[in-house]
Every structure is written in C-alpha cells, then in structure tokens.
C-alpha cells in the first residue's frame, strides 16, 4: 500500500493550495480517506476525511468553509483543496487510507507565510 502525497509549498496569507494523493498498488474506493496535518510543537489534527461507507465529508472547525476534500476514483487521487490560507494553517499534511488497517502517506509540508 502506498500513498504519495503531493502540493505543498510556500504561500501567502491568503493564498491557496492544493494537496494531492495518490493511491498505488490499492484502490480509494473502499476506504475512508482523509488527512491530518501537525504544526511544529502541536499535536496531531484531523483536517478532513471522505468516509468509504457513504461519501461523507467532515472537516475540522479550524477549516471549514476553507478546505474542500475532494476524490477523483478514475485516478485514484484525493485532494484538499485549501483557501483563505492562514499562518495557522503552517503544518505538515499527511494523507491516510484506512479500513480495517490504518495506512499513511509521507507527509508535504505547507508554509503560509508573509
């Protein structure tokens, strides 16, 4: 099972991003599949996630209305798409797929920054 996850950088107060996530060797369809994000000296924090029993979405306080998590089953990709970034929003963002297993894709680091 691997994930690579992709989009990061360097943005502006602001700005936006995309992430992206893409599946090898196994297929999205069949798991929930979110992303977590840790900010230096923070602890880890849900984002989003996209659940495999009904295609529901649910998003952290902190980003919804901001953050739109999105997947696309013909690549086998999941994105979050990331507006209206902050300096709070400065983290390492790291994909997940889980079922009964629970696996993860290197994290992509996101710097929102004046």
């Known amino acids: 099972v691997q994930l690579q996850a992709s989009g990061g950088g360097v943005v502006q107060p602001g700005g936006s991003l995309r992430l992206s996530c893409a599946a090898s060797?196994?297929?999205?369809?069949?798991?929930?599949i979110g992303w977590f994000r840790q900010a230096p000296g923070k602890e880890r924090e849900a984002v989003s996630c996209?659940?495999?029993?009904?295609?529901?979405?649910t998003y952290a306080d902190s980003v919804k209305g901001r953050f739109t998590i999105s997947r696309d089953n013909a690549k086998n990709t999941l994105y979050l798409q990331m507006n209206s970034l902050t300096p709070e929003d400065t983290a390492v963002y790291s994909c997940y797929a889980a079922d009964s297993d629970l696996f993860w894709g290197q994290g992509t680091l996101v710097t929102v920054s004046s």
């Open positions: 996209i659940s495999s029993a009904d295609g529901s979405t």
């Open positions: 060797t196994f297929s999205l369809d069949y798991y929930s």
